[in-house]
């Protein structure tokens, strides 16, 4: 059932403690993984295809494996008109607000003492991308993994994502594929998927940098193979906070938590407030969706992992927010712009009554592929700059040298590098 807990400076951390437990993975997790990544590093493809069979219940053939662009685009024809309208309506939006961040990035200082700074950027040259696909065909993760690539004009994108057991979802993920710009398609999922794009097979060729979401096995995947590729952050099972008090529209905060809840049985739905009233109220109405939900996996996932916390104190409130740092915070209340200035950890941020977190995941541009298991409080969510890396460019001359000159050589001179002052003073003239 849906927990009422009352929280105060002495029992938050009891608080934390219960989330916690509920959101880490568990060694067992971490030794299938492992198995797993080793079997498709010593097997390659025939592991894939081994694997896809066990764990999906799907039969592939190494033709298949591999969906290059000129068949994604044939897809497109074969779904329908209105899903594609929303999947480049839904792409523009990402690109708009990429752009912005890239824009960012083409800044530049110059300096009196004769140099000057320009930041430039690069793209990576092959990404692999991550869709989860188990419980749902998550059309709105390709767009989100993938525009922003193509707006940092990453060469080579690669989207791995579980096969599909009936044509019209295969269909669904070609096309969204194609739109969001990807060059590649594998049918792979879960860990074995991550372990390709970090190893390669017979047939895939690896990639410099993973990004993505996923199950507990994907985000424990991700973080063994770091050792050898860079990737992301750990992008887990769905987490919502929602902050809301007796002005706020209830139906739609509770549905929201169902949708959220709708991810998987381990998504983490809480909605904390400073009202007895407003607590009660939601705590009564998630209570009984909970029980008269069509998908099981929400009910599942509100009977197990919902919480109601009415807290004593402003402070306890956004102290609760900041230790969980959650994937998603949505601010349902009048004093919204008080309570954002207090709260510093969060993957995304929606304010207003009845904008719903869903409105993230489907039209805002931002992205919602997020830290989560607590990571929010040290990662930014997915954007255009996870697909670069820059490089600061200094130019300057012997001017530059000489007017530097006084500054440099006490902090060369206090490290003891004999040969930075000798070069330092051979570019400034001094030595022959």
């Not at 200082?109 to 950027?121: E, H, I, P, Q, T």
């Not at 989860?132 to 990453?154: D, F, N, Q």
């Not at 794009?197 to 995947?221: F, H, S």
């Not at 009554?353 to 990571?375: A, C, E, M, Q, R």
């Amino acid at each position: 059932m849906v927990k009422l807990i009352r929280a105060n400076r002495e029992n938050i951390e009891e608080i934390i403690a219960e989330i916690r437990r509920k959101i880490q993975i568990s060694e067992d997790i971490y030794n299938t993984v492992n198995q797993i990544i080793n079997d498709v590093r010593i097997n390659g493809d025939e592991a894939l295809i081994r694997l896809s069979k066990s764990l999906d219940g799907i039969e592939i053939v190494p033709e298949e494996i591999i969906i290059n662009r000129e068949a994604l685009r044939e897809a497109l024809g074969k779904v329908d008109a209105k899903l594609i309208s929303a999947l480049k309506k839904l792409r523009k939006n990402i690109e708009r607000v990429e752009r912005c961040r890239l824009r960012a990035l083409s800044q530049g200082v110059k300096f009196r003492d004769g140099y000057a700074v320009r930041l430039s950027w690069k793209p990576i040259e092959a990404v692999g991308c991550y869709a989860p696909g188990g419980r749902a065909t998550y059309l709105s993760t390709i767009l989100m993994t993938g525009v922003p690539g193509k707006v940092a004009g990453v060469p080579r994108m690669v989207l791995a994502t579980p096969p599909k057991k009936n044509r019209d979802d295969e269909y669904g993920v070609m096309a969204a594929a194609y739109i969001a710009g990807f060059d590649e398609l594998l049918w792979i999922g879960g860990a074995q998927a991550i372990a390709a794009l970090a190893y390669g097979t017979q047939r895939i060729r690896p990639v410099r940098k993973i990004l993505g979401p996923g199950n507990r096995y994907v985000v424990a995947a991700k973080q063994i193979v770091q050792r050898d590729i860079d990737v992301d952050f750990p992008a887990g099972p769905t987490e919502l906070v929602v902050i809301v008090d007796e002005t706020s529209d209830f139906k739609t905060v509770a549905y929201d938590m169902a949708a959220q809840a709708e991810h998987g049985q381990d998504s983490m739905t809480l909605a904390i407030t400073l009202s007895e009233i407003a607590g009660e109220k939601l705590f009564r109405m998630l209570e009984e969706l909970s029980n008269i939900l069509d998908s099981e996996t929400a009910r599942k996932s509100l009977q197990s992992n919902s919480y109601v916390i009415i807290a004593d104190d402003l402070e306890t409130l956004c102290k609760l927010v900041d230790k969980i740092a959650p994937e998603h915070l949505v601010i349902s209340a009048k004093s919204s712009r008080k309570i954002l200035r207090q709260i510093s950890n969060a993957g995304v941020v929606t304010v207003g009554k009845n904008l719903p977190s869903v409105f993230i995941d489907y039209y805002s541009g931002t992205s919602h592929v997020l830290p989560t298991g607590g990571y929010a409080a040290t990662f930014s969510g997915l954007t255009v700059l996870d697909y670069v890396r820059t490089i600061s460019i200094v130019s300057g001359s012997k001017k530059s040298v000489v007017n530097a000159r006084r500054i440099m050589e006490p902090l060369i001179i206090s490290e003891g590098l004999n040969l930075h002052l000798q070069v330092l003073r051979v570019a400034a003239g001094d030595l022959n």
